[in-house]
Structures are given as structure tokens and as C-alpha cells.
């Protein structure tokens, strides 16, 4: 079957990095999303990875490892505003997104 | 401004009833999704469309149906048929179906059947 892992909360201090983490098994792999989505609203997206390695956006990073069917995504200077679900979801072999039920991250002050 | 509408935020309606979820976009998109989400659970997906007059079933299509007559709209159908349908349900477009076009997503409509 097709899974994809993440944790379900963590918490963080304003001004510190998280990082949240991803695991993967799926029929075909075509890429991999980041998502935010704020409680109630609409998700936003954040980044797409398809070949191994780390793409910086701002203060937002994230990581993709094929091989090991794993990505993180990697806030820094984190903000009160910061405080949302992060969606992790997968584009398989016909094109469809598997999604990850997401992160709640709390920041604290 | 170019977008997604979704319309309403939220919606009643008495178990029996069949209720049609409105989605617009007028970014010029070929692909248009309709997903569920509850919670603790990922986005599923209910239906999808990648051209006009054409569209398929996702993995919880029982007890929905949609049309896709116009490129800008794709509305949903929640029958009597669907077992659960109180939910968070999400409409989204991209450019076209491949992997590398992100999908852009409506602000929701949230349903509650009593």
C-alpha cells in the first residue's frame, strides 16, 4: 500500500529551527510537496523537491533522499505566525498526491 | 485577482438531503480536484478532472458525483448515497495533471449533516 508518515505534533520555541520530518512509501515517486495549511483554511504551498538534496526558500528549507524515501522541512528564525499544519504529500506514479495527515507545529514565545 | 473560490464556508443540511459544494477558479487551469479531509487524516482525493467534459474517480469517490462542463468549474455532488459526509471539503486547480504543477487550493466548505 501506499504511506506516508509524519509526526502529529511538535512544539518549538520562537526565534529557534524545527525541523519536520517525512517518510515516504509510494507506487512511483514524481516529486514531493510541502505544504502549510492554517487551521480552518485553505493549504498553501511551500516547496516541491524531485531530485536529492536541499532547496532553500528564505527561512524555509527542505531535503529529499530517494533512496531513502524520507524529506524534512526545516523552518528557521521561527515566528508566532509560523504556528499551522505542515502537509507532506507525494506525487506517485499516475500523477496523484498521496498526502500525510500533517504536522501541527505549536511556536511558544 | 486570480483564484479559487469555493462557496459556502459552511454548509447544513438534514441526513437524506444531496447537497452540490461550488468551485470557480479563474487562473485558466486544465486540472481541478476535490478533496476531503478529516481530522487526523491526510487529503483524500474524491474526483479529479484534467480537461474540460472528462474527469475520474479518486479513492473515496462512493457517494459523490461531479460535472465538468465549463473549464472554470467543477462542483460537487455529496448524495444521500455517502455514508459520512460531514467533513472539510477542499477544491483545488493546477495548470495541468503532471507532477511538477502545484496545486493551488479554494478556502473550503466545511459540511455538517444533522
Known amino acids: 500500500g501506499q504511506n506516508i508518515d509524519q509526526p502529529t505534533e511538535m512544539t518549538a520555541t520562537e526565534g529557534a529551527i524545527v525541523q519536520i520530518n517525512c517518510t515516504y512509501q509510494t507506487s512511483g515517486f514524481n516529486g514531493l510537496f510541502w505544504y502549510q495549511q492554517h487551521a480552518g483554511e485553505a493549504p498553501t504551498f511551500l516547496s516541491y523537491?524531485?531530485l536529492d538534496g536541499l532547496e532553500e526558500k528564505g527561512r524555509f528549507s527542505s531535503f529529499l533522499s530517494r533512496s531513502k524515501g524520507y524529506s524534512y522541512l526545516l523552518l528557521k528564525e521561527l515566528q508566532m505566525k509560523d504556528s499551522a499544519s505542515y502537509l507532506c504529500a507525494v506525487s506517485d506514479s499516475n500523477y496523484q498526491l498521496i498526502w500525510g495527515a500533517g504536522t501541527k507545529l505549536i511556536i511558544k514565545p | 485577482d486570480g483564484g479559487i473560490t469555493q462557496s459556502p464556508k459552511y454548509l447544513f443540511r438534514k441526513e437524506g438531503q444531496n447537497v452540490t459544494l461550488s468551485c470557480e477558479q479563474n487562473l485558466n487551469h486544465d486540472a481541478m480536484y476535490w478533496y476531503r479531509q478529516d481530522p487526523g487524516q491526510g487529503l483524500r482525493l474524491i474526483y479529479y478532472s484534467q480537461i474540460v467534459n472528462d474527469f475520474q474517480k479518486g479513492d473515496i469517490a462512493e457517494g459523490y458525483s461531479v460535472s465538468r462542463e465549463k473549464k472554470e468549474s467543477f462542483p460537487l455532488t455529496v448524495t444521500s448515497a455517502q455514508k459520512n459526509p460531514t467533513a472539510f471539503y477542499l477544491c483545488a486547480s493546477s495548470i495541468r495533471a503532471e507532477a511538477y504543477n502545484e496545486q493551488f487550493f479554494g478556502p473550503g466548505t466545511r459540511l455538517t449533516v444533522l
Open positions: 523537491n524531485v
